[in-house]
């Protein structure tokens, strides 16, 4: 599909995955279903990464000793859904034996980003010393993506000992510059101001540690999306090794599903293999 980045005027139209994907219910559907049904066969562990109510995180654990650790950060323009929604999508990962470390984190408006971001490293951090002495890797689809990729960052606020162990991120539809949202409707909910839009934007910041990032997308989703994608591999490209993707036929909804797969592109991606 050929891309054109026009002027934008009307952006709550250019960040409309629902309005893109008209079923997208089904979708939502199918996650909680599928997760559900994993869990029965894979009970995980879960663990409590903070004190608030939904800073939980489930950790799967494969047969015999971990080869790494995988986080998987959800999406829901960080005001929708939890963990539960999203447990098959270890499945990929859990099968190359890889623990695979799924959270929860608090929704805005209880929250802003900044907040989020601080959970997620938190996250991160229990994860990583519930796993120890493996590769550590991330990744997240949506504003999942961005928080992914905030992990990379000083903002992201990772420990030395952390950062020396995350060899890849992979952002999945991420939202990578804030500053359109600024004048989104939904930015009512997220209140993002101008500096927090400069300050928790990955495509702003340099990362902190050599590690290597991969900008992935359905190549069926909206332009907006896709330049966002392209952008933060842009702007990262030079300073560590990154790339965007666009897997073609897949659009915001279907784009993470190869996850459950293990031989799936976007599982492979996400481990190295």
Same mark, same amino acid.
């Given at each position: 599909?050929?891309?054109?980045?026009?002027?934008? %005027?009307?952006?709550?139209?250019?960040?409309?995955?629902?309005?893109?994907?008209? %079923?997208?219910?089904?979708?939502?559907?199918?996650?909680?279903?599928?997760?559900?049904?994993?869990?029965?066969?894979?009970?995980?562990?879960?663990?409590?990464? /903070? %004190?608030?109510?939904?800073?939980?995180?489930?950790?799967?654990?494969?047969?015999?000793?971990?080869?790494?650790?995988?986080?998987?950060?959800?999406? /829901?323009?960080?005001?929708?859904?939890?963990? +539960?929604?999203?447990?098959?999508?270890?499945? /990929? +990962?859990?099968?190359?034996?890889?623990?695979?470390?799924?959270?929860?984190?608090?929704?805005?408006?209880?929250?802003?980003?900044? !907040?989020?971001?601080?959970?997620?490293?938190?996250?991160? +951090?229990?994860?990583?010393?519930?796993?120890?002495?493996?590769?550590? %890797?991330?990744? !997240?689809?949506?504003? !999942?993506?961005?928080? =992914?990729?905030?992990?990379?960052?000083?903002?992201?606020?990772?420990?030395?000992?952390?950062?020396?162990?995350?060899?890849?991120?992979?952002?999945?539809?991420?939202?990578?510059?804030?500053?359109?949202?600024?004048?989104?409707?939904?930015?009512?909910?997220?209140?993002?101001?101008?500096?927090?839009?400069?300050?928790?934007?990955?495509?702003?910041?340099?990362?902190? $540690?050599?590690?290597?990032?991969?900008?992935?997308?359905?190549?069926?989703?909206?332009?907006?999306?896709?330049?966002?994608?392209?952008?933060?591999? $842009?702007?990262?490209? /030079?300073?560590?090794?990154?790339?965007?993707?666009? =897997?073609?036929?897949?659009?915001?909804?279907?784009?993470?599903?190869?996850?459950?797969?293990?031989? !799936?592109?976007? $599982?492979?991606?996400?481990?190295?293999?």
């Amino acid at each position: 599909m050929k891309t054109t980045f026009d002027k934008i %005027t009307d952006w709550a139209a250019a960040y409309d995955n629902r309005a893109a994907v008209p %079923t997208f219910e089904e979708y939502f559907y199918a996650w909680g279903r599928d997760a559900a049904a994993f869990r029965t066969d894979y009970a995980p562990r879960e663990i409590a990464y /903070g %004190t608030a109510a939904r800073e939980r995180l489930d950790l799967f654990v494969p047969d015999g000793a971990p080869q790494g650790v995988h986080v998987f950060i959800h999406g /829901g323009w960080w005001m929708n859904f939890d963990k +539960s929604y999203f447990s098959h999508l270890a499945a /990929g +990962s859990l099968a190359r034996g890889q623990a695979v470390a799924i959270p929860s984190y608090t929704l805005c408006p209880d929250i802003r980003i900044s !907040g989020i971001i601080e959970q997620m490293k938190q996250a991160v +951090s229990h994860a990583a010393h519930a796993v120890p002495e493996v590769p550590l %890797t991330i990744s !997240g689809h949506s504003a !999942g993506g961005h928080l =992914a990729a905030m992990m990379a960052t000083e903002a992201g606020g990772l420990s030395a000992d952390v950062l020396a162990r995350l060899g890849r991120v992979v952002s999945i539809s991420g939202v990578h510059d804030l500053r359109p949202l600024l004048r989104h409707p939904m930015n009512a909910h997220l209140r993002i101001d101008a500096a927090e839009a400069l300050s928790a934007s990955p495509a702003l910041l340099s990362p902190c $540690t050599d590690v290597e990032l991969i900008a992935w997308c359905g190549g069926d989703e909206t332009p907006e999306f896709r330049r966002q994608n392209a952008l933060l591999a $842009t702007m990262w490209g /030079g300073q560590v090794a990154a790339r965007s993707t666009e =897997a073609a036929g897949q659009h915001h909804f279907d784009v993470i599903h190869p996850l459950t797969e293990t031989d !799936g592109a976007l $599982t492979l991606a996400c481990l190295g293999a």
